[in-house]
């Protein structure tokens, strides 16, 4: 049984696009229904294959952003300029047209209830993908682990799945704090820096608490908020990095 599982994971499979949604002026989420879909874990990812006319054949690795509780599941894509296959997600996929994957993979960066927490969720802008998955795990389960989550972006308009985290925070389930590095709304009263040693020592629990810390972003960002956490006296076999660099995506 555990063979075929992973023979299963491996397999390519067609996804037909249900629907499209336009998250930033640069991102936008699919909405994917998979038969042969066989459940993942929150914080696991899938490659995407597209195969051109010719033959030719692009893969990418994207994370999920559904919850393994959701009816479908989605993929959130930011658009690179100079990429091969994130232009054509971005841009030009259309619902009813398919895709062709395979996964789920991955699983040191996931969380489940029994991992525990409290948990720290520290994001560099759509490194926020799988850590949605994560809150929306901890919401469909109705988790009482404590959650915490510290999201750097540029601006306001490019956080991504922003209303979904405003109500999160409103609803008091979660603690989400915004650090915007370079634009800042009339009236914001959030944090206009970039995440630092002394913004990750005062939002993160204590480390005598041993919070379960995911850090997800572009690779220094990640070396940077990972590293300055050690040196705060967290635990490093508790910080799980994911992190993303100029891959041609």
């Not at 397999?11 to 042969?36: A, F, H, N």
Request: include cysteine.
């Amino acid at each position: 049984m555990a063979r075929a599982a992973v023979l299963g994971r491996l397999t390519w499979q067609l996804g037909r696009v249900v629907e499209l949604l336009d998250e930033t002026d640069r991102v936008r989420s699919i909405v994917l229904d998979l038969p042969e879909w066989p459940g993942h874990r929150a914080g696991q990812h899938v490659d995407v294959r597209l195969t051109a006319e010719d033959g030719y054949q692009a893969q990418r690795s994207y994370s999920i952003a559904s919850a393994p509780e959701d009816e479908s599941l989605v993929l959130t894509v930011e658009r690179l300029d100079d990429g091969e296959v994130s232009p054509y997600l971005a841009d030009e996929l259309r619902p009813g047209d398919e895709l062709e994957l395979r996964g789920p993979v991955g699983g040191y960066f996931v969380w489940e209830e029994s991992l525990g927490g409290p948990l720290f969720l520290v994001a560099g802008g759509s490194g926020v993908v799988p850590l949605r998955a994560m809150l929306r795990h901890h919401a469909a389960i109705g988790s009482d682990v404590p959650v915490r989550m510290l999201y750097s972006a540029r601006a306001l308009e490019e956080v991504i799945y922003r209303e979904e985290l405003d109500l999160l925070a409103a609803s008091h389930e979660v603690d989400v704090r915004f650090a915007l590095t370079r634009e800042w709304p009339a009236g914001w009263q959030g944090y206009r820096r970039r995440i630092d040693r002394a913004l990750l020592q005062e939002i993160a629990w204590p480390a005598a608490e041993q919070p379960l810390v995911y850090v997800c972003g572009p690779t220094g960002f990640v070396e940077l908020a990972a590293g300055t956490l050690v040196e705060l006296g967290h635990d490093p076999a508790r910080i799980r990095t994911e992190r993303f660099g100029p891959t041609g995506a």
